[in-house]
């Protein structure tokens, strides 16, 4: 079986998102006063997250179906299942209309990947066609961090050409990719990436949304203070807290704080879509972590 503390520590660190997701999502290209920012965190309401959690539970999904159908990310023919099972699980997502602020870019390759299977009944193959209507020019990318998230998390998923060929399932522009590639790096090393973060900067690019949630947990002290810094006016802001709340908890684990925001998270319903995932599948088939001391073992 599983070591306990590792899949509790995916789990964790993508509620972390989902908690910073629901948080931020109502300032969405708004900007609110100092008072309302404290009242939204400092309050017990239910709260609700937004797609971008819904493209990092996609992710989830995908891994667990993959587990079921191979031992292990080693396997030859790893990429080609887990793109299928990751195209089924954004289409089993695009059926529910449950889209909660989806992107443009987003949509299109969703309903690409509709046309694809009602012509095909499999996703085997499947990739964008730039021609169709899919204007990735106008597409922030943040969409790609949330789906990679989950990646960064597991050593024994490479990070190269077929991951690349991974996140352009959703998104073809190099800057999204550039950021996966950075938010990998990230979370496994440390390293910073290079790129120079605008005062102008409001999380609509990648990039900067990335760069923006990595200054904010280096200057914060608690995870209060993560979502007051995070937050930019008239900025992405629930992309922007759901990626700095995941960061936060892979650098310092809060507890009592943490478990009071899961809660509001609950209330709203949203968290029965986590206790749905089989994370044991999840470090099962990827190990564990990015200080690489910890893998998991194969479920038996």
């Not at 965190?41 to 239910?46: C, E, G, L």
């Not at 390293?191 to 005062?199: E, G, I, K, M, Q």
């Amino acid at each position: 079986m599983s070591n306990i503390a590792n899949f509790s520590l995916i789990k964790n660190v993508s509620l972390a998102f989902a908690i910073g997701d629901a948080l931020g999502a109502i300032y969405e290209d708004a900007s609110p006063t100092n008072d309302e920012v404290v009242a939204r965190f400092r309050n017990n309401n239910p709260i609700q997250f937004t797609d971008d959690t819904f493209l990092l539970l996609s992710t989830l999904k995908a891994l667990v179906k993959t587990q079921e159908k191979l031992t292990n990310a080693q396997s030859k023919n790893f990429w080609s299942v887990f793109n299928s099972c990751t195209c089924q699980q954004l289409y089993d997502w695009y059926l529910t209309r449950n889209y909660r602020g989806i992107g443009d870019t987003t949509l299109t390759a969703l309903k690409q990947m509709e046309a694809y299977y009602d012509l095909h009944s499999n996703f085997d193959g499947f990739s964008i066609n730039s021609a169709r209507a899919y204007r990735y020019e106008n597409s922030a990318g943040n969409g790609a961090l949330s789906r990679a998230l989950p990646l960064c998390l597991l050593k024994n998923i490479p990070t190269g050409s077929d991951f690349c060929k991974w996140v352009a399932l959703t998104h073809l522009h190099t800057e999204a990719h550039h950021a996966t590639i950075d938010l990998v790096n990230f979370v496994k090393s440390k390293a910073t990436p290079n790129f120079t973060l605008s005062d102008k900067a409001k999380g609509f690019y990648a990039p900067e949304t990335l760069g923006i949630a990595i200054r904010s947990i280096k200057q914060s002290q608690s995870i209060e203070e993560v979502f007051y810094s995070s937050l930019v006016a008239d900025g992405d802001n629930d992309s922007i807290c759901a990626l700095s709340f995941a960061l936060w908890y892979l650098e310092n684990r809060p507890n009592a704080e943490f478990t009071r925001l899961a809660n509001r998270l609950e209330a709203s319903g949203d968290f029965k879509f986590f206790d749905k995932i089989d994370w044991e599948r999840i470090v099962s088939i990827g190990g564990l972590y990015p200080d690489g001391t910890t893998s998991a073992t194969v479920l038996r």
